[in-house]
């Protein structure tokens, strides 16, 4: 059987590293001018200087993109790539979080072409690579330096949808822990839950192959040791170091095989009632492991041989039980909402919830549980 898993061609790590990093892809592509993605957030904080800084001293032209909101709809996204379209540039440079690097994503395939957003929803083979691009994240999260995928919202239908095409994948990735080393609490807590229920999923998902969950057992491991201490001791920049490289091998593993029913139930809940994308993820994410235990049990317990090999001697049950048992200790140990309650979502809102995330069969389909209406119904409610 032949399996197959596409990377960013070059990946940059150490703190400290983006200065370097960026002169050498310049270097090497030849840039004139370069396009920036990021969010008024990051230049507001100081951030985005550790690139211009560099930009400036190789005396490249730059741009800046950065009217973009966070979680943004198709719409949005179709907005900056029209402001895109009148600047001429070499090299797209993504710096920010996912939204961010989504967007910068979608306009390397976006830029000069005669097709749209919402185009690519409808048929997300119709991209082809315009622009090389470079991607920086400054969360420890999302892995979108690394997968072929961007998240749009689409608002008439109140839900988030995915647009894979394997021309998204980012040419360059820079790992700085730098960049995350003030990052707020709550953001390294849902990044972090994020990235951890993206190995987990991958590792978990029926299109799991040999390659995928070389990347997803390593990713997890990382984060599951180091997730406490990077959102507890913000100077602990080796722990904010293994958490951006297990994001990274995160979205390898997504690429490889892909997320399963945590991502799908949860799009519904940042497309209609814009919860933030992770702390979705994170409030279902240890029931949906235990609707799916009696189908990725032995996959649960090979996770936990990674984390915690001294219980190597326990059953395959007690191991799948301790891995669940890790993701709600967590989940509240970094202070993330375990239910909806407190973002208004209601229980006359279960159907819409219940239908709404059940068309997610893009993800439902990697699933190795499959899960049921009254399955999709019983998860939303414990959380409501």
């Not at 560099?54 to 993109?65: H, M, V």
Request: charged share 25%; with cysteine.
């Amino acid at each position: 059987m032949k399996h197959q898993l596409i990377i960013p061609s070059v990946l940059y790590t150490g703190e400290g590293s983006i200065a370097e990093s960026i002169r050498e892809v310049i270097a090497k592509e030849q840039a004139k001018k370069v396009l920036v993605f990021t969010d008024k957030g990051i230049i507001g904080a100081g951030l985005l200087d550790l690139l211009l800084d560099a930009l400036k001293e190789q005396e490249t032209a730059y741009e800046i993109f950065s009217d973009l909101r966070p979680e943004p709809s198709y719409e949005d996204v179709e907005k900056i790539r029209r402001q895109a379209e009148n600047s001429e540039g070499d090299l797209i440079v993504a710096f920010g979080g996912g939204s961010v690097m989504d967007a910068a994503k979608l306009v390397s395939i976006l830029k000069g072409s005669d097709y749209s957003v919402k185009d690519l929803l409808a048929d997300p083979s119709l991209g082809r690579k315009q622009m090389k691009s470079v991607a920086i994240p400054t969360t420890c999260g999302t892995g979108s330096e690394a997968t072929c995928n961007a998240i749009v919202a689409v608002p008439e239908e109140e839900v988030k949808k995915g647009i894979v095409n394997t021309a998204m994948i980012p040419d360059y990735v820079i790992l700085d822990a730098q960049v995350i080393k003030k990052l707020p609490k709550s953001i390294v807590a849902a990044t972090g839950v994020d990235a951890l229920a993206h190995v987990v999923e991958c590792y978990t998902s029926k299109k799991a192959t040999p390659l995928s969950n070389t990347y997803a057992l390593a990713g997890a491991k990382l984060i599951f040791e180091n997730i406490r201490e990077a959102y507890c001791n913000p100077d602990n920049m080796e722990a904010k170091s293994n958490m951006m490289l297990g994001a990274f091998y995160g979205g390898v593993a997504i690429t490889g095989s892909g997320t399963t029913a945590v991502h799908a139930l949860s799009y519904p809940l940042g497309g209609k009632y814009h919860i933030p994308h992770g702390v979705s993820n994170a409030i279902l994410f240890a029931h949906v492991m235990k609707m799916n235990k009696e189908a990725c049990a032995v996959q649960l317990a090979e996770l936990c041989d990674a984390i915690n090999p001294s219980l190597f001697e326990e059953s395959i049950d007690a191991k799948a039980d301790y891995v669940i048992g890790q993701i709600e200790d967590i989940v509240k140990f970094t202070e993330i909402p375990t239910d909806l309650y407190s973002f208004g979502v209601k229980k006359e809102d279960l159907d819409f919830l219940v239908d709404s995330g059940s068309k997610q069969t893009r993800l439902l389909v990697n699933n190795r549980k499959e899960l049921t209406l009254d399955d999709i119904r019983s998860i939303y409610l414990k959380v409501l």
